[in-house]
Structure formats: structure tokens, C-alpha cells
């Protein structure tokens, strides 16, 4: 069952980057990233979120492009985008399932 919401920690964790990384683009990226705030402060993120926060991390680590630059292309062609992000993940679901079977061989 999925969460409703994500702390800054486990989004992080899902990224695999740094907490402070993430609470960057949450900053940066507020045209297309904007999680709730807990009483405290605290950034809550949504499945939505959480995906918003892949393909940035597709964008500028994966294809290096410039903050400026994936905030445009998220802005302009977003589906693009997404099919991207899915198809790495689905990549990288193969590639653990492989090295599974090799491992069990």
C-alpha cells in the first residue's frame, strides 16, 4: 500500500540523494514541485511529488541539463518526461531481477 505522504528523509532515500539536495529543488523547482507543510514546517510529499522529484533527478543528474533548463522542459512537455522516468525505472526493475537470477545461478 502506498503512503500518502513522504517526509523529506524518505524522499531522499527514494532518489538516492542527500536531504539537503532535495529541500534545494523543492525551493528551486516551485513551479512544479510544491509539497505540504506540516505544522512544524516540515515538507510533506505526495506519490505525485515523489514522481515530480524523479524526473528532476532524470533531468539534471541523468542528463545534465541545468536547473533552468529541467524546470523549462518540465514546463513545456512533461508527458515526455514522465515516459522517461517509468521506462528507466522499469530498466532498472529488469536489471535487479537479472542480476537476481545470476546471483541464484
Not at 523529506?8 to 509539497?35: H, M, Q
Not at 515516459?83 to 545470476?102: F, P, T
Amino acid at each position: 500500500m502506498e503512503k500518502l505522504f513522504y517526509s523529506i528523509s524518505e524522499a531522499a532515500e527514494i532518489l538516492g540523494e542527500n536531504i539537503s539536495l532535495v529541500r534545494y529543488w523543492s525551493n528551486t523547482f516551485d513551479k512544479v514541485l510544491r509539497p505540504s507543510r506540516t505544522g512544524k514546517g516540515n515538507r510533506q510529499f505526495t506519490a505525485s511529488d515523489i514522481e515530480t522529484l524523479k524526473q528532476i533527478h532524470v533531468l539534471v543528474k541523468g542528463e545534465g541539463l541545468s536547473l533552468e533548463g529541467a524546470q523549462k522542459q518540465l514546463l513545456e512537455n512533461r508527458r515526455k518526461v514522465s515516459s522517461k522516468v517509468k521506462a528507466l525505472d522499469s530498466l532498472k526493475e529488469i536489471r535487479a531481477q537479472l542480476m537476481e537470477i545470476r546471483d541464484s545461478l
